[in-house]
């Protein structure tokens, strides 16, 4: 699983281009992959004969896991055996996957899959027993688990329980040394999630499936899996949470020291006995969500799920606060209205507001380097290179960021020309890594909606982030040529930034806004263009 961006961590394989058997060449379409932050068609590394594809459709793996095998021309495909999906675990803790086959050029325009390139007969099958007494350090990244049953006296193991088994235990195959051991009780069974990390069974969960159900105080026995060989897979583990819409997410401990005092009850003043229970406090978890006989249920989406996880978590993470200013566009207005043909017919796209702002933030920012930051660990990182994020609606159904490199490097007319071409990347699903990585100060666009005031959410790890709305025509006083005041109709419209107050204070963040303001007002931008 390629790396998409510096802050994914995982992928969903949506669709393989090949099936097992099938010859692919270098930098042939392979399969599509989709992360929070891009969907993406992802090139093969390697020509050859696909003989093992380790990862199905729909499944939701760690970056660097392993999905596929390319032999060279002539290899038979690998015999399927129920133990495969834990071979792909073992695997990933070879020395294979330091191989240059298995790692992309970092100039590359897309990331390669993660895949070896070895001799269907080197390959060897170890025991389940080894690789669960492998040292943690050495597993990199683990297989999701299996649940099924634990064997019934004198009968095989059932291949997979149901959901509702209070004492299912986590088996991949009959242990010989433990098959005799008494299965656990109700009570040990409702306590897994919390022993989950002391024991043997817990090298067999994936990071993404294990944070879940710790963080969701689930019980693995209960999930059914869906997987190749049962495996529980992510999606297995949020269809649960989902069902429960809020019974589980209840017991999840808050983010934020804050949001957990507000879930408990006010401790009483009274030294007598207590009272009636106090009042949910309105920073309590929802309760269940009921569904109506004229209700639809719309189940969210990939980006849709991890999109809402981002925006709730840069909410726990930063202090948000807000400044605003309102910005006349007369200047922009008249270099726009004078070269627009001349504009569109050269670069075959219409001339807006957006490549202006991203100019004066470019300037604004060389004055004010403190907003081009993040936040470490009692430190502030500041950025040198300015590489800014313009956020991209697709048609509603989710957004993205694509990020300008170096752009304090680019004038308005390139800078307008790789906000369009980013923007219909997006929108086409082509973006590559490169261009959703490394973003330090992102721009959102809610403008051509008409907006007034948008308030956005700071796109982690970066500590500010502005919103340009919608410019209208209003009435304005001017300073006539004689000294005397006048009003004229001008096109106006606010610049919002959300920022974060651990990085600096508020007459910093004014003074920022300020100086795109003045840029926006007061530049030549017939001379810029």
Do not use: C
């Not at 009850?265 to 269940?288: E, L, N």
């Not at 017919?345 to 907003?371: I, M």
């Amino acid at each position: 699983m390629p790396q998409l961006g510096e802050t994914v961590t995982e992928g969903t394989i949506t669709k393989w281009m090949k099936k097992v058997g099938d010859p692919v060449a270098e930098d042939e379409v392979l399969f599509e992959v989709s992360t929070d932050k891009v969907d993406s068609e992802v090139p093969s590394p390697a020509a050859g004969v696909i003989t093992e594809i380790l990862v199905d459709e729909g499944e939701t793996v760690d970056v660097g896991t392993k999905l596929a095998v390319i032999s060279p021309e002539g290899a038979q495909p690998a015999p399927a055996t129920s133990s495969q999906p834990a071979e792909a675990g073992a695997d990933n803790a070879s020395p294979d996957n330091a191989s240059p086959d298995n790692v992309g050029d970092n100039g590359s325009s897309a990331a390669p899959a993660a895949v070896d390139q070895v001799q269907p007969a080197a390959r060897e099958t170890e025991p389940v027993a080894e690789r669960q007494a492998e040292p943690e350090s050495a597993v990199a990244p683990e297989p999701e688990y299996v649940s099924s049953a634990p064997p019934a006296p004198q009968t095989p193991p059932a291949p997979q329980a149901p959901p509702a088994a209070p004492s299912a235990a986590r088996v991949e195959a009959p242990a010989p040394a433990s098959a005799a051991a008494p299965a656990p009780t109700a009570s040990a069974a409702s306590s897994a999630p919390a022993e989950l990390a002391d024991d043997g069974g817990s090298k067999l969960l994936s990071p993404v499936v294990r944070k879940l159900v710790a963080e969701h105080n689930l019980d693995p026995a209960q999930i059914r899996g869906t997987g190749p060989g049962g495996r529980i897979t992510r999606s297995d583990v949020l269809a649960l949470i989902d069902q429960r819409n809020g019974g589980a997410a209840a017991r999840v401990a808050p983010a934020s020291g804050v949001a957990a005092r507000a879930a408990q009850p006010a401790p009483s003043t009274s030294a007598g006995p207590a009272g009636p229970a106090a009042p949910v406090a309105p920073g309590a978890p929802a309760a269940q969500v009921s569904v109506g006989e004229h209700d639809s249920v719309v189940p969210f989406t990939n980006i849709r799920r991890r999109t809402a996880e981002h925006m709730v978590r840069s909410k726990h993470t930063s202090a948000h606060t807000m400044v605003a200013v309102e910005v006349d566009y007369s200047g922009v207005e008249k270099v726009r209205r004078a070269e627009k043909d001349r504009f569109k017919e050269a670069e075959g796209f219409s001339l807006t507001y957006l490549p202006f702002v991203a100019r004066a933030v470019v300037d604004a920012l060389e004055q004010f380097p403190n907003v081009n930051s993040s936040v470490g660990d009692d430190a502030l990182i500041v950025h040198h290179d300015v590489n800014i994020g313009i956020a991209v609606d697709l048609d509603f159904e989710g957004l993205l960021v694509p990020v300008i490199h170096n752009a304090d490097e680019k004038r308005l007319r390139v800078l307008a020309r790789e906000i369009s071409s980013l923007a219909s990347k997006a929108r086409a699903k082509r973006l590559t890594m490169d261009d959703i990585s490394g973003g330090t100060f992102t721009i959102t666009n809610a403008g051509p909606f008409g907006t007034f005031i948008t308030v956005p959410v700071i796109n982690q790890p970066q500590v500010a982030i502005l919103s340009t709305d919608g410019v209208k025509k209003k009435p304005v006083a001017i300073e006539l040529p004689d000294g005397s005041d006048g009003i004229a109709v001008h096109p106006v419209g606010n610049l919002v930034m959300s920022w974060d107050h651990r990085a600096f204070d508020g007459a910093y963040a004014a003074a920022f806004l300020r100086a795109i303001k003045n840029v926006v007002e007061t530049r030549d931008w017939s001379a810029e263009l």
